[in-house]
Antibody, heavy 120, light 108 residues
Framework: QLQLQESGPGLVKPSEALSLTCTVSGGSISSSDYYWGWIRQPPGKGLEWIGTIYYSGSAYYSPSLKSRLTISVDTSKNQFSLKLTSVTAADTAVYYC????????????WGQGTAVTVSS | DIQMTQSPSSLSASVGDRVTITCRASQSISSYLNWYQQKPGKAPKLLIYAASSLQSGVPSRFSGSGSGTHFTLTISSLQPEDFATYYCQQSYSTPRFTFGPGTKIDIK
């Protein structure tokens, strides 16, 4: 059974870069059955899709974050990662990684989420 | 970009009630619509995909319908564990997604 786990610092200073990693276990990140995404949720607010990546490395970004965002995949480590540069307090959120089933396009596997605070 | 709206933004209901939530897309998305449930402090859980297909393991009291721009999620008989926030999500523009703003169901 697929499981996802986010990791990364919980506190990032304004103007610095936020880097998170999602480790996939119980299956291969290179499986054609899934593609992978990042979603975030600011405190008390709704879900925001950040970006999607395929195991091939093809990545797609939210237009509002595209200029600051890079999503990458490391198939040798069964991981995919997010890097968001020039962060501000508006980037404070719980960040989730998720897997979307290729046949349904529903995100049916999620990490537990990791809280990131942007503050000096 | 495809925009999603939901109504109501919140509702109060009792155990046993039939509850319906509406989701609308800014353009036709065919049946590329998913529904998620989120409880406080937890990750979202996929309930319905492709507008009306029940995700494995999800109770049959949950159902989805609609196509084009208008969709509904119905809970036929609300149970205590169903008090949560529900989000719709369009997958028409896969691999780019958009979530609706959410509908919170709380106890009357």
């Amino acid at each position: 059974q697929l499981q996802l786990q986010e990791s990364g610092p919980g506190l990032v200073k304004p103007s610095e870069a936020l880097s998170l990693t999602c480790t996939v276990s119980g299956g291969s990140i290179s499986s054609s059955d899934y593609y992978w995404g990042w979603i975030r949720q600011p405190p008390g607010k709704g879900l925001e899709w950040i970006g999607t990546i395929y195991y091939s490395g093809s990545a797609y970004y939210s237009p509002s974050l595209k200029s600051r965002l890079t999503i990458s995949v490391d198939t040798s480590k069964n991981q995919f990662s997010l890097k968001l540069t020039s962060v501000t307090a508006a980037d404070t959120a719980v960040y989730y990684c998720a897997g979307a089933a290729a046949g349904t396009d529903g995100m049916d596997v999620w990490g537990q989420g990791t809280a990131v605070t942007v503050s000096s | 970009d495809i925009q999603m709206t939901q109504s109501p933004s919140s509702l109060s209901a009792s155990v046993g009630d039939r509850v319906t939530i509406t989701c609308r897309a800014s353009q036709s998305i065919s049946s590329y619509l998913n529904w998620y449930q989120q409880k406080p402090g937890k990750a979202p859980k996929l309930l319905i995909y492709a507008a009306s297909s029940l995700q494995s393991g999800v109770p049959s009291r949950f159902s989805g319908s609609g196509s084009g721009t208008h969709f509904t999620l119905t809970i036929s008989s609300l149970q205590p564990e169903d008090f949560a926030t529900y989000y719709c999500q369009q997958s028409y523009s896969t691999p780019r997604f958009t979530f609706g703003p959410g509908t919170k169901i709380d106890i009357k």
